[in-house]
């Protein structure tokens, strides 16, 4: 069942290696992720599960220990997802594990490990699970509720981006219908709305380049009947994109 989910943006610039000269503008975003991973900790899980949104070579599960990297964006840093677990019980942050996949992760999925080895996360086994931008809402619904019966304990980490229209500078230009929607998918998150999240208009999102409507739709039906309750720690649109902080328990 599910016990907590954190949903954070996932744009490269997170990583202040990525945003060089640029980073403290993202400083506050930063500080309300390492907050919502706080709730994920602080819940216990049995196993976590991070979901984001991945191009078609990226798509499926990634296992614990698959690497990932921001050499595409000109920074030689590499990054694993979780920590390893080693016979003993014990785990080491960082190290290959030889049943992780040869894919390397998407950059949704690596931006999540960067976050999880910030926060030094080594409270359970982790997984990743890339999901593309044309997935139904009924199948993110489904897979979203095949994770919450994964284990007893279950967290997810939910990396994705509102619209990329809120200004005219933003990557998709100004579409006035952006902060709407935006606005429509924080009032949901700081609620715990799972309807809401469920009924979220999929091709309007692909119009507004909405990164997140597949994993933040995992989310609901991972949700369904959980209980939980929301917070919404973060909320803007730094550069034309809409980032959104939530955490529910």
Not at 36 to 50: F, H, I, M, Q, Y
Not at 106 to 134: I, Q
Not at 212 to 230: D, I, M, S
Request: proline share 7%; hydrophobic share 45%.
């Amino acid at each position: 069942m599910l016990v907590a989910a954190a949903v954070c943006p996932c744009p490269p610039l997170l990583v202040p290696d990525v945003a060089a000269g640029a980073a403290p503008e993202l400083d506050a975003a930063r500080a309300a992720c390492t907050d919502a991973l706080g709730v994920l900790a602080a819940s216990r899980p049995d196993l976590l599960v991070v979901v984001g949104p991945a191009e078609q070579n990226g798509r499926g599960p990634h296992l614990e220990g698959t690497g990932g990297s921001f050499r595409g964006f000109g920074v030689d840093l590499a990054v694993r997802l979780g920590n390893v677990r080693l016979g003993s019980g014990a785990s080491e942050p960082g190290a290959a594990d030889p049943g992780a996949s040869e894919r390397e992760l998407p950059t949704s999925l690596a931006v999540a490990a960067w976050l999880l080895e910030r926060t030094g996360w080594s409270d359970a086994p982790v997984e990743g699970l890339g999901v593309g931008e044309p997935l139904e809402a009924e199948r993110c619904i489904q897979v979203g509720e095949s994770i919450g019966a994964r284990a007893g304990r279950v967290a997810l980490l939910v990396m994705g981006d509102a619209s990329a229209c809120r200004t005219l500078k933003a990557p998709g230009y100004l579409d006035e219908r952006a902060a709407g929607f935006d606005a429509g998918v924080a009032r949901a998150l700081e609620a715990a709305d799972v309807p809401a999240l469920k009924a979220l208009d999929a091709e309007l999102a692909q119009e507004l380049k909405v990164s997140g409507r597949a994993p933040w739709q995992v989310l609901a039906g991972a949700a369904e009947g959980a209980g939980l309750g929301g917070a919404l720690l973060y909320e803007d649109a730094p550069y034309g994109v809409g980032y959104l902080v939530a955490a529910w328990s």
